[in-house]
């Protein structure tokens, strides 16, 4: 089964622009997401002066050595587009990007990387305004829903919720699809991580990532974490960052403006891939077994937003809200000045009490509750419906 990736077309839209619009194309993922898949659908487009290298064979990297330099012209000698996948192995890549944009004025560079925090910090400085990063995520309910009827929607959803939408894991068949999440998680998803110079504990990596996979949805101390884990909070945040940096999960901060009781110093931490999540609790169950629903409700509609809001192009700034006397909103979005309010809930039918203390201490802004009738509605156009 062939997917349309919706970042293909974005990337098509800035290739070959001219020598004065001309930069190289950096795409981010984690491992296993569909960066070669959708590197090689270009080339298939563009098979004429095209050429593809994977930078994890030493002979690539050899090749694409910065002190190789001048040999760099029997290399890229009448290409029109050369893709490096996996760039952060090649040493220097920042400076090896810099000379073949420069040097080569007809030709498209295109780079894949699975670390952000190892490619993007080689890159940042040598590719100043000659790049354009983007990121591809795994598949998106906009991917995966086009054509579907209603029926096979809600299969499709209930098997997104256990098992995320990593491409393997959406295409395979339930028993296999287990196995194959476990060896992601035991073998390839952390492996930039754990081959960071600096990271001394692996196996801290691991026990700090299950204990937040149980507080999805929950506001997340890292000095309980630290206490818990034994080790200093500087660690704990470290970690963090270079777990989000490797896209395994993402940060949502506590929103406060006007409100003395608002809680402005917290946050909550999210998965990319609720499959990940799963696995590491070592729970698949089906959904009518389990007590998380709200938590992998609430995650996926928020990383399904995310997704879509990076592929259309479109920013806004994303929070939570709570009150020390305990009211709660689980998502806000502000954008262009406006503030939309959003309460997960899984099933439609439920009564939501409306957040009086927020919309009257921020005139303007809008509630809505979205559930898993309406949830498109949100995740394309932040829009299910406003109100109960």
Same mark, same amino acid.
């Given at each position: 089964?062939?997917?349309?990736?919706k970042l293909e077309k974005i990337i098509e839209q800035h290739l070959f622009k001219g020598i004065e619009k001309k930069r190289a194309i950096v795409i981010?993922? /984690?491992?296993? =997401? +569909?960066?070669?898949?959708?590197? *090689?659908?270009? @080339? #298939? $487009?563009?098979?004429?002066?095209?050429?593809?290298?994977?930078?994890?064979?030493?002979?690539?990297?050899?090749?694409?050595?910065?002190?190789?330099?001048?040999?760099?012209?029997?290399?890229?000698?009448?290409?029109?587009?050369?893709?490096?996948?996996?760039?952060?192995?090649?040493?220097?890549?920042?400076?090896?990007?810099?000379?073949?944009?420069?040097?080569?004025?007809?030709?498209?560079?295109?780079?894949?990387?699975?670390s952000s925090f190892d490619l993007a910090n080689k890159i940042s400085e040598p590719l100043t305004g000659r790049k354009i990063e983007l990121q591809l995520? /795994?598949?998106? =309910? +906009?991917?995966?829903?086009?054509? *579907?009827?209603? @029926? #096979? $929607?809600?299969?499709?959803?209930?098997?997104?919720?256990?098992?995320?939408?990593?491409?393997?894991?959406?295409?395979?068949?339930?028993?296999?699809?287990?196995?194959?999440?476990?060896?992601?998680?035991?073998?390839?998803?952390?492996?930039?991580?754990?081959?960071?110079?600096?990271?001394?504990?692996?196996?801290?990596?691991?026990?700090?990532?299950?204990?937040?996979?149980?507080?999805?949805?929950?506001?997340?101390?890292?000095?309980?974490?630290?206490?818990?884990?034994?080790?200093?909070?500087?660690?704990?945040?470290?970690?963090?960052?270079?777990?989000?940096?490797?896209?395994?999960?993402?940060?949502?901060?506590?929103?406060?403006?006007? @409100?003395? $009781?608002?809680?402005?110093?917290?946050?909550?931490?999210?998965?990319?891939?609720?499959?990940?999540?799963?696995?590491?609790?070592?729970?698949?169950?089906?959904?009518?077994?389990?007590?998380?629903?709200?938590?992998?409700?609430?995650?996926?509609?928020?990383?399904?937003?995310?997704?879509?809001?990076?592929?259309?192009?479109?920013?806004?700034?994303?929070?939570?809200?709570?009150?020390?006397?305990?009211?709660?909103?689980?998502?806000?979005?502000?954008?262009?000045?406006?503030?939309?309010?959003?309460?997960?809930?899984?099933?439609?039918?439920?009564?939501?009490?409306?957040?009086?203390?927020?919309?009257?201490?921020?005139?303007?802004?809008?509630?809505?509750?979205?559930?898993?009738?309406?949830?498109?509605?949100?995740?394309?156009?932040?829009?299910?419906?406003?109100?109960?």
């Amino acid at each position: 089964m062939q997917i349309r990736r919706k970042l293909e077309k974005i990337i098509e839209q800035h290739l070959f622009k001219g020598i004065e619009k001309k930069r190289a194309i950096v795409i981010y993922g /984690p491992r296993q =997401v +569909g960066k070669t898949t959708l590197v *090689k659908r270009l @080339l #298939e $487009k563009h098979q004429e002066k095209s050429a593809f290298y994977n930078c994890d064979y030493a002979d690539v990297q050899e090749k694409f050595a910065y002190k190789n330099a001048g040999q760099f012209d029997k290399l890229v000698r009448g290409l029109k587009l050369l893709v490096l996948d996996e760039a952060q192995r090649i040493e220097n890549i920042g400076l090896v990007l810099k000379i073949l944009v420069d040097s080569y004025p007809e030709l498209q560079v295109v780079a894949t990387g699975s670390s952000s925090f190892d490619l993007a910090n080689k890159i940042s400085e040598p590719l100043t305004g000659r790049k354009i990063e983007l990121q591809l995520y /795994p598949l998106s =309910v +906009g991917e995966l829903m086009a054509g *579907k009827n209603e @029926l #096979e $929607k809600t299969r499709l959803l209930l098997g997104l919720l256990r098992f995320g939408s990593y491409p393997v894991a959406v295409t395979s068949n339930e028993p296999d699809t287990e196995v194959y999440l476990k060896e992601l998680v035991s073998s390839f998803l952390f492996k930039d991580v754990f081959s960071f110079q600096d990271l001394r504990k692996p196996e801290l990596l691991i026990q700090l990532l299950r204990l937040l996979a149980f507080q999805v949805g929950q506001e997340v101390s890292y000095h309980e974490l630290a206490t818990q884990l034994k080790v200093d909070q500087l660690v704990i945040q470290r970690y963090l960052d270079l777990l989000e940096k490797s896209f395994v999960i993402f940060r949502l901060p506590a929103f406060s403006r006007n @409100l003395r $009781k608002e809680v402005a110093r917290s946050r909550k931490i999210y998965f990319y891939d609720l499959g990940v999540r799963n696995t590491l609790i070592q729970n698949l169950n089906e959904l009518k077994l389990r007590n998380d629903q709200g938590a992998l409700w609430e995650n996926f509609c928020l990383v399904e937003r995310q997704k879509q809001m990076a592929y259309s192009l479109e920013s806004a700034n994303a929070y939570f809200w709570r009150t020390y006397d305990q009211k709660e909103i689980d998502y806000i979005e502000e954008s262009k000045g406006k503030l939309a309010a959003y309460e997960f809930k899984w099933q439609a039918g439920g009564k939501v009490k409306e957040p009086k203390d927020f919309l009257r201490a921020y005139p303007g802004s809008s509630f809505s509750v979205v559930t898993n009738e309406n949830y498109e509605k949100f995740v394309y156009t932040g829009k299910p419906g406003i109100g109960r």
